[in-house]
């Protein structure tokens, strides 16, 4: 973060507390004052007529954020430099804005406490405003003050917290912060004064680049003796005072990336010593123990390092990653949350689709059903049909058998009228047996695509499944099932077109058949009618005419087409007298 970042988050605050009526809006004169503090306090040249020169437009009415921002940058942070008191800079707009916005009554720290975690809260928050520390930072910073106070952290504690902290805002201000820090719930069972001293050790640590401070004994370069300082080392120095009150410095020691720090053996009476060598003086130095030489040592060489290759100090770089990191998973969530969308989107669609589909398909099997009810209904009334004409073929062939069983014919052309019957009836049987055939062959047809349709129908519902699951693939896959379903559509409609076909076909083929018959009949009408001058001249001449008597009581035959004509000992008796007929020569010898 630049030092413009910096300045900019500490005038936002005192800027929000000249807001009364928080309209977002400042009077002029206030702003008048807040520049002519900011330019002393940071040593910059002030003009107090650019301010009217800037907005001499609007004379009369406040200034916006917005309408202050360019004259803030053009007149003081691009003419500020590093030289002043960062401290004296916080403090001036601390004390515009924390009347209006602290309830100090309500806290068990001081004013000066506050002050500093106000300043913690700073360097911690987001760098968008209005300014808010996210759940990570105020961990890393409970943490901290934590470990400063020489307690332990409680993670189940902060864990609840959070949870109560997401269900309102996931983010705190500074106010917030100071009253959650100041209230106590995170330091219980510790005094005022310990946790005065943790956040004076993150304050110390986080804004003025403490890395490490402590007492340790300096040997001195003219007397030679050796003193005790406090010492406190930051990113590019190290100071030293006579007390850790830090109202008396006694010098420094300059830092850079030429600077070496190497341990030396004891001497003098002196233990744990170690040597500090700047570019310009080499001071020597006795810790209190090894652990104390050992610590110093590394973080010497921490910041020597860090300065060789330009980095800031650790706990700033850690704070930009994590933000970074923050930024990082932001985009990243925000890029899922996109893709979730497009997905829901194309997901929705899909389902649309899908719906489509299966209404299509629904109104294809209701279809499919309706035709089914009007075949099986044509069906129906061609059998009713059917079975009218075989009524009317029984009756007409009873009359004809009455007919018959009156009249008495010559035996040859009996039998020949007889064998012509035999014929008609073996081709009507045959008829009706492909007539049988046909409707089992239509009827197995039918089954088969219903149980074909059936089985469709399940393996659909199993592809419509796996689509759902594949919705990548789905698009080509439901083209090429739709594609697939057209087809089998097609395919059935031919198969019913052709069942139709065979069923008129079947239909002209009895309709023949019903006028052989009748030809027949006919023929056997005229048969009839010539032989009636037949039948005295046979009972004249050869004494054997004989009247066909009504047949016996007994069980008849059954056919296709009825009752039969005559019984069973007739038709032997008949069939005996064809053979005799048939085979004279044999009957002579």
Partial sequence: MSLRDELLKSIWHAFTALDVDKSGKVSKSQLKVLSHNLCTVMKIPHDPVALEEHFKDDDEGPVSNQGYMPYLNKFILDKVTDNFDRQDFNKMCWTLCFRKNMDQSQLFISNDDAFKIWCIFNFLSEDRYPLIIVTEEIEYFLRKLTEAMGGSWVEERFEDYKLQLNSKQQSLNAWELIKLVGSGHFSKGMDRQTLSMGINE????????????????????????????????????????????????????????????????????????????????????????????????????????????????????????????????????????????????????????????????????????????????????????????????????????????????????????????????????????????????????????????????????????????????????????????????????????AAMTQLEELEQERQGALQQYQTVMKKLEDATNNTKTWKHKVAEHEGMLRLIQPGSKGPTMITNWGPAAFSDAELSLRQKKWQEMKNPPTQAQ
């Avoid at 989107?345 to 109104?363: C, G, S, W, Y």
């Avoid at 294809?364 to 009713?384: C, F, G, I, K, P």
Wanted: charge should be negative.
């Fill in 202 to 497: 993150v304050y110390l640590e986080l804004i003025l680049d403490v890395l490490k401070q402590g007492y340790m004994m300096k040997k001195g370069h003219k007397r030679k003796n050796w003193t005790e300082r406090w010492f406190m080392l930051k990113p590019n120095s190290i100071s030293y005072y006579v007390g850790e009150d830090l109202t008396d410095q006694k010098g420094d020691i300059l830092l850079d990336g030429n600077c070496t720090v190497e341990p030396l053996q004891d001497k003098e009476g002196k233990k744990c010593l170690f040597l500090i060598k700047s570019s310009h003086k080499s001071f020597e130095i006795s810790a209190s123990d090894k652990k104390k030489k050992q610590e110093w040592i590394q973080a010497v060489q921490t910041c020597v390092s860090l300065l060789r290759q330009g980095w800031p100090a650790p706990h700033r770089e850690a704070r930009q990653k994590r933000r970074e990191l923050r930024l990082k998973q932001q985009a990243e969530q925000e890029e899922l949350e996109l893709r979730m969308r497009e997905l829901q989107t194309a997901n929705e669609a899909k389902q649309l689709e899908l719906e489509n589909m299966r209404k299509a398909l629904e109104d294809s099997a209701a279809n499919a059903a309706e035709e089914e009810r009007r075949r099986l209904q044509t069906q129906t009334e061609l059998q009713d049909r059917y079975k009218m004409d075989l009524e009317r073929e029984k009756m007409v062939r009873q009359q004809m058998e009455e007919q018959v069983a009156q009249k008495s014919t010559e035996l040859e052309q009996y039998l020949q009228r007889v064998r012509e019957l035999e014929d008609m009836y073996g081709q009507l049987e045959d008829a009706l047996e492909d007539e049988r055939r046909a409707r089992q062959d239509e009827e197995a047809v039918r089954r088969l695509q219903a149980r074909r349709l059936l089985e469709e129908e399940a393996a659909k519902r199993a592809e419509l499944e796996q689509i759902h699951l594949r919705q990548q693939r789905a698009i080509s896959e439901t083209e090429a099932e739709k594609q697939e379903l057209e087809k089998e559509r097609q395919a059935k409609e031919s198969a019913l077109q």
